[in-house]
T-cell receptor
Framework: NAGVTQTPKFRVLKTGQSMTLLCAQD?????MYWYRQDPGMGLRLIHY???????AKGEVPDGYNVSRLKKQNFLLGLESAAPSQTSVYFC????????????FGPGTRLTVL | GENVEQHPSTLSVQEGDSAVIKCTYS??????FPWYKQELGKGPQLIID?????GEKKDQRIAVTLNKTAKHFSLHITETQPEDSAVYFC??????????????FGGGTRLMVKP
């Protein structure tokens, strides 16, 4: 049982490049979330999903897109990366029946030059 | 929307002393308040949480208190140990049964326990 895993762990992009971050969970959780973490600002929600095939915007969705084609995977895409998107990205998931306990992945450190 | 303020941003204590981290929230409808610990290079991990129908909860050396009237809640760590050194985040949310409810996080507190 690996919990929540994220790929890749580190990435450096040039402005304007695109990439996809992959989150996978093996706990059969219904809900999945993408956050970004910036110094002194805690974690801010980018997008979330309440089930396969559904997504919704969080607090800071601009510049990002997501997809949840399979229950266990939640993808975060950057179509045209900007330096302001330099951050650490965390994925989380939680079970419908366990209320609000969110389980986090180890994070992806992204630098946009 | 919800706004969560967390203080202090850094906290240094001697091993064995107690540490207290405080958070305030703005949305009176918030009813769930978790605390997360984040070690270097890892994702946040839930250490304790409290719901609005109780005022205090303890788990060994960790306790959380909630004052709904004043809209603040605190994390108390007693007999601190070097392995308690980490960044701690408070958070708040409402609608426990709402599938899409969102956690709003505080800015984090870096706790350093000196041996």
């Amino acid at each position: 049982n690996a919990g929540v895993t994220q790929t890749p762990k580190f990435r450096v992009l040039k402005t304007g490049q695109s990439m996809t971050l992959l989150c996978a969970q093996d706990m059969n959780h219904e809900y999945m979330y993408w956050y970004r973490q910036d110094p002194g600002m805690g974690l801010r929600l980018i997008h979330y999903s309440v089930g396969e095939g559904t997504t919704a915007k969080g607090e800071v969705p601009d510049g990002y897109n997501v997809s949840r084609l399979k229950k266990q995977n939640f993808l975060l895409g950057l179509e045209s990366a900007a330096p302001s998107q330099t951050s650490v990205y965390f994925c989380a998931s939680r079970d419908r029946g366990l209320a609000d306990t969110q389980y986090f992945g180890p994070g992806t450190r992204l630098t946009v030059l | 929307g919800e706004n969560v303020e967390q203080h202090p941003s850094t906290l240094s204590v001697q091993e064995g002393d107690s540490a207290v981290i405080k958070c305030t929230y703005s949305d009176s409808a918030s009813n769930y308040f978790p605390w997360y610990k984040q070690e270097l290079g890892k994702g946040p991990q839930l250490i304790i949480d409290i719901r609005s129908n109780v005022g205090e909860k303890k788990d060994q050396r960790i306790a959380v208190t909630l004052n709904k009237t004043a809209k603040h809640f605190s994390l108390h760590i007693t007999e601190t140990q070097p392995e308690d050194s980490a960044v701690y985040f408070c958070a708040a949310s409402r609608d426990l049964n709402n599938a899409g409810n969102m956690l709003t996080f505080g800015g984090g507190t870096r706790l350093m326990v000196k041996p």
